[in-house]
C-alpha cells in the first residue's frame, strides 16, 4: 500500500471534490447497514450532511468504522461527527457543502435551524482506485 500520490489526489479530487453518490456502510450489534449519500471529498476525507439522530450516526457513535464505495473507489475510515452544520468552527467546510449541494441543499430536506443537523466528516484511512486500468492502493494515514 502506498500513501496518497499527486495522481491519485487528482482522480479523487475530480471524481469526488463535488456532489456525488457513494455508499456508506456501518455496523451494529454485527448487522452491516449501507445506505447511498451525497459527499463531498477533500483531503482524504468525505463530508456529509445528515441528522445528529439518525441511524446511520447512532451506528456510528458506536462503533466509528465505517466503509464507503463509490465511482470506482471503495476505502474503509473513522466517522466523525463534526457536530452542527451552522457552528462557527464548521464555517469552512459548510460553505464548501453549501457550494457543493448548491442544488438541493434548500429544497426544504435540511433544517439549518435544528442543532441536530449535523456534518459527518468520513476521514479516510485506506482505499482502493481504479482509473484506466490502474489500481492505486492507498493509505491515507501516510498522507
Not at 451506528?59 to 473513522?78: E, L, R, S
Request: a negative charge; charged letters at 25%; glycine letters at 6%.
Amino acid at each position: 500500500m502506498e500513501k496518497l500520490t499527486s495522481e491519485s489526489k487528482k482522480i479523487l479530487n475530480e471524481r469526488f471534490g463535488k456532489d456525488n453518490i457513494i455508499a456508506l456502510a456501518t455496523v451494529d450489534a454485527d448487522v452491516p447497514y449501507v445506505r447511498n449519500v451525497n459527499a463531498f471529498y477533500e483531503e482524504g476525507a468525505f463530508y456529509i450532511i445528515t441528522y445528529a439522530l439518525s441511524n446511520k450516526m447512532n451506528q456510528i457513535t458506536k462503533n466509528p468504522t465505517v466503509a464507503i464505495a463509490g465511482d470506482w473507489f471503495t476505502a474503509h475510515g473513522k466517522g466523525i461527527n463534526l457536530g452542527y452544520f451552522g457552528k462557527p468552527e464548521n464555517k469552512d467546510i459548510a460553505e464548501k457543502l453549501k457550494k457543493a449541494f448548491h442544488t438541493w441543499i434548500d429544497n426544504g430536506h435540511n433544517n439549518f435551524d435544528d442543532e441536530n443537523t449535523c456534518i459527518l466528516c468520513i476521514q479516510l484511512t485506506d482505499g482502493i482506485l481504479f482509473s484506466h486500468g490502474t489500481r492505486y492502493d492507498i493509505d491515507f494515514t501516510n498522507d
